[in-house]
């Protein structure tokens, strides 16, 4: 049973360029969501999907950063216009939701460290 | 507002002795679960351990275990018998599972345990 994983691990990029993250969740888990990190916070909730549907989306998450999940598989973060601000850590999590809403656990992949120069 | 409360920066432990780090939350919602994650200097978050609101009793598992005190709010995790390999950041998390159907957690700002041989 592989893991969550994230993909690039790293990323360097210069401030006005796009970039774009992709998560591929664990199988058959039907949500995913993705967080943002600082250095020496906690992270912070950016949006969440089910199956395909994308149900919540942070205040956080501004006209420049989209998120898809075709097919309720993998799915992609887009940053479009870099800023300095984003450079952070970009956490990926799946669950499986059950009739059990109570106890669905999150799973983490290694995350997306992006540096915008 | 929901809010995690992690006012323990930095902690150091002994190898082979317990350690407690402490944890408080404020939230409405009747129903909600709250969850333990570790991150190590790597970057990526592993699930500990998880307290639903209305479980009778507190959650264990292996060397981990949760202090649930509903009354005062507070979710304090204890390891026992640390080990060198235990010196990570330490994150609580909440998610409200009452009225809202999200699964967003939200987390504290951590602690990091480090374990002195």
Same mark, same amino acid.
């Given at each position: ?117 | ?51 639903? +609101?209305?479980?009778?009793?507190? &959650?264990?598992?292996?060397?981990? /275990?949760? %202090?649930?005190? *509903? ?15 235990? +010196?990570?950041?330490?994150?609580? &998390?909440?998610?409200?599972?009452? /009225?809202? %159907?999200?699964? *967003? ?13």
């Amino acid at each position: 049973d592989t893991g969550v994983s994230q993909d690039p691990r790293h990323k360097i990029t210069k401030r006005g360029q796009n970039v774009t993250f992709r998560c591929d969740p664990i199988s058959e888990h039907n949500r995913l969501y993705w967080y943002r990190q600082t250095l020496g916070q906690g992270p912070e909730f950016l949006t969440y999907f089910q199956n395909e549907a994308q149900l919540e989306k942070s205040r956080l998450l501004s006209d420049r950063f989209s998120a898809e999940r075709p097919k309720g598989s993998f799915s992609t973060l887009e940053i479009q216009r870099t800023e300095q601000g984003d450079s952070a850590m970009y956490l990926c999590a799946s669950s499986l939701l059950t009739g059990g809403r109570d106890r669905e656990t999150q799973y983490f992949g290694p995350g997306t460290r992006l540096l915008v120069l | 507002a929901q809010k995690i409360t992690q006012t323990q920066p930095g902690m150091f432990v002994q190898e082979k002795e317990a350690v407690t780090l402490d944890c408080t939350y404020d939230t409405s919602d009747p129903s909600y679960g709250l969850f333990w994650y570790k991150q190590p200097s790597s970057g990526e978050m592993i699930f500990l351990i998880y307290q639903g +609101s209305y479980d009778q009793q507190n &959650a264990t598992e292996g060397r981990y /275990s949760l %202090n649930f005190q *509903k009354a005062r709010k507070s979710a304090n995790l204890v390891i026992s018998a640390s080990q060198l390999g235990d +010196s990570a950041m330490y994150f609580c &998390a909440m998610r409200e599972t009452g /009225s809202s %159907n999200t699964g *967003k957690l939200i987390f504290g700002q951590g602690t990091t345990l480090q374990v002195k041989p």
